[in-house]
């Protein structure tokens, strides 16, 4: 194997682990980086797209079986987002990309800062809910989560708003060329009320299927490079599987921190870009 | 809830889906070209049909389980999708 290859590995490996705990897909961090290294932005798109998918793969059964994830969230959030990523992609040609990127940037500090002013945990322990509870819960969207010996019962609070934020999120994706993870992670948490590492794990099982969707089109379009993406796909594929079990470990509040800081991080590089 | 995730088949599913991928892109690794072009198409048919199988037993299971609200709402998805991609190709 040769040293690019293992740079490759690498940094697929290092963000997929990050995009798993934040649930920010991480292509948003990979894609940057190798093009900093020399990687050609017109294949590196494609090679996020592997690395997301593959780290979403590699996530899903540690977040299935600690039961952070909630599908009813994802499944009712891809929905609108899907929607706003046909209708992005369909108006990408009326917006001038340089208006876009900013407005990304500027969403994204909004939601670094958002992620970074409160303190504490909105979702407390209740005694009435058991461990029988973890999950999420049968024609609701709701559910319970462990955390440090506690079961933390949890809803969603103002759907539309956050459905409606969600949908223009994938809007913005479909014209940017993005999973937009790094936005829908936030408004889980902080518009939705979703406490935030199973917002966060809810994410990567949304992305998984906005890459599925983003490979197919990339597949068509003869973008990709199946012998690099083996490397990407390794590389996230370990990656996700270590985010989501630092994810089970890591309390929430440093979660929100440690998501904020990349946000401000993203924000830098989609300027740069 | 998570005993249920746990013994279900799309736990099962996921496993076997994420190990087939991680050998099999381990492998394309150290083989020849031609062959490991093969075995990558593979590996990404597999990170594409694994998302849209999972929503699609979801919706299953949550039938099954009378939820028929969001059943239909993950029903929906891959339809949504193929739909986005048919306007976005028209």
Same mark, same amino acid.
């Given at each position: 194997m040769t040293a690019d290859a293992l740079l490759l590995g690498a940094l697929a490996l290092l963000t997929a682990t990050l995009g798993v705990v934040g649930g920010l897909g991480g292509a948003i961090l990979f894609v940057p980086a190798l093009v900093l290294v020399g990687v050609a932005p017109a294949e590196a798109a494609p090679l996020g797209m592997l690395m997301v998918a593959a780290g979403s793969l590699g996530a899903a059964v540690p977040q299935l079986e600690e039961g952070l994830l909630n599908h009813r969230i994802g499944v009712v959030g891809e929905l609108g987002a899907s929607l706003g990523v046909s209708v992005g992609v369909l108006v990408? /040609?009326?917006?001038?990309t340089t208006a876009l990127t900013w407005t990304l940037a500027g969403a994204a500090l909004a939601a670094a800062g958002a992620l970074g002013l409160r303190s504490g945990l909105r979702n407390k322990p209740d005694p009435?809910?058991? @461990?029988?509870?973890? /999950?999420e819960h049968l024609g609701r969207l709701a559910g319970a989560y462990w955390l440090a010996g506690a079961v933390i019962p949890y809803r969603v609070r103002r759907l539309s708003l956050g459905l409606a934020m969600l949908t223009l999120t994938g809007g913005l994706a479909g014209v940017t060329g993005t999973s937009g993870g790094y936005l829908k992670t936030p408004i889980l948490s @902080? *518009?939705?009320? *979703?406490?935030v590492k199973v917002a966060a794990a809810t994410v990567t099982f949304m992305v998984g299927i906005t890459a599925a969707t983003g490979l197919v089109a990339y597949a068509a379009q003869g973008r990709l490079d199946v012998g690099a993406g083996m490397v990407a796909v390794v590389g996230g594929l370990v990656g996700g599987r270590l985010g989501a079990l630092v994810q089970v470990r890591v309390s929430p509040v440093i979660a929100r921190r440690v998501l904020g800081a990349v946000l401000v991080v993203v924000a830098i590089l989609l300027v740069l870009r | 809830m998570i005993g249920g995730w746990r013994r279900s088949g799309t736990s099962v599913g996921l496993r076997l889906a994420t190990w087939t991928c991680f050998l099999l892109g381990s492998v394309a690794l150290l083989l020849p070209p031609s062959f490991a072009i093969w075995t990558g198409w593979v590996v990404i048919g597999i990170l594409v049909a694994a998302p849209i199988t999972r929503v699609l037993r979801i919706a299953q299971v949550w039938w099954r389980a009378g939820d028929r609200r969001f059943a239909g709402f993950a029903a929906a998805i891959p339809v949504v999708i193929l739909a986005g991609a048919v306007l976005v190709g028209l």
């Open positions: 990408s /040609g009326l917006l001038t009435r809910t058991d @461990e029988a509870s973890i /999950g @902080e *518009v939705m009320h *979703v406490p | -």
